[in-house]
């Protein structure tokens, strides 16, 4: 089949669509679907889209905004990925192949970036943590306490004395808690990642209210109830700390 477009020939680009046949595996594979199944198949499609945009622009400003939104996007669903393991939806050695592949795609568009000034053009970057993790955000506590919060409120499902849209609500709430920390530190100007943290903090906000909602007449002991209560307090103040550093950045 003839290449039509500059973009096609991309590594990354293929990287790209690479991912987008492992995310269908993974959805089709899952028990169930939760919140985090519609951002995988969002993120996934917006990797592509934002790349192939980035490889037909001109502008060097224009060019990092859409390699920007493509390395959120990336970040977004390897943390889809956390959240299905965390839920244990997923396990662990299921979910990596995906997380590397997505690792490489970030490395690449990091490296895309440094180049911007140029015409897109593909390089590696040396993308490992300093906990020898493979994203940046997996190292931060108030990522992993996010997922945390996640597993606490899979634990507590069947406890929750309240609708099914309210559980629903509560699902979509703390999944958009990781998943906007992911993007929001894949984000190249602070202003942009600031935006991202600020949404994952209104997320914190609305699943503490949502959480007192559902365990309001739990006959479950008040410790486990306590146990989301106090993960929510702690992201929120981290999350606080966490926008006004990134809105300092240049």
């Not at 390089?123 to 906990?131: L, M």
Request: proline share 2%.
């Amino acid at each position: 089949m003839a290449q039509l477009f500059g973009h096609e020939k991309l590594q990354v680009y293929q990287k790209g669509m690479a991912f987008a046949e492992i995310r269908k595996g993974v959805l089709q594979g899952l028990p169930r679907r939760v919140a985090a199944c519609e951002h995988l198949d969002r993120g996934a499609e917006s990797i592509v889209v934002n790349i192939a945009h980035a490889s037909s622009l001109w502008s060097p400003k224009e060019r990092m905004a859409y390699l920007g939104h493509a390395n959120g996007s990336a970040l977004e669903c390897a943390a889809c990925l956390d959240v299905f393991v965390a839920k244990e939806l997923l396990a662990v050695d299921a979910a990596y192949p995906g997380k590397s592949l997505l690792a490489e795609i970030v490395s690449m568009l990091i490296s895309m970036r440094k180049t911007t000034a140029d015409r897109v053009c593909e390089g590696h970057a040396t993308y490992r943590t300093k906990k020898g993790r493979l994203f940046s955000h997996e190292d931060l506590e108030v990522y992993q306490a996010s997922l945390q919060l996640s597993a606490w409120v899979e634990s507590m499902a069947a406890e929750f004395s309240c609708s099914a849209d309210l559980s629903s609500k509560l699902d979509k709430s703390t999944t958009s808690i990781p998943l906007n920390i992911a993007e929001g530190t894949g984000r190249f100007t602070g202003n942009d990642k600031a935006k991202f943290f600020e949404i994952a903090y209104k997320a914190t906000v609305q699943s503490a209210a949502l959480v007192d909602l559902a365990t309001a007449s739990t006959s479950s002991a008040p410790s486990r109830a306590e146990e989301g209560r106090k993960l929510l307090r702690q992201i929120a103040a981290m999350l606080t700390s966490l926008s006004k550093v990134a809105s300092r950045e240049t």
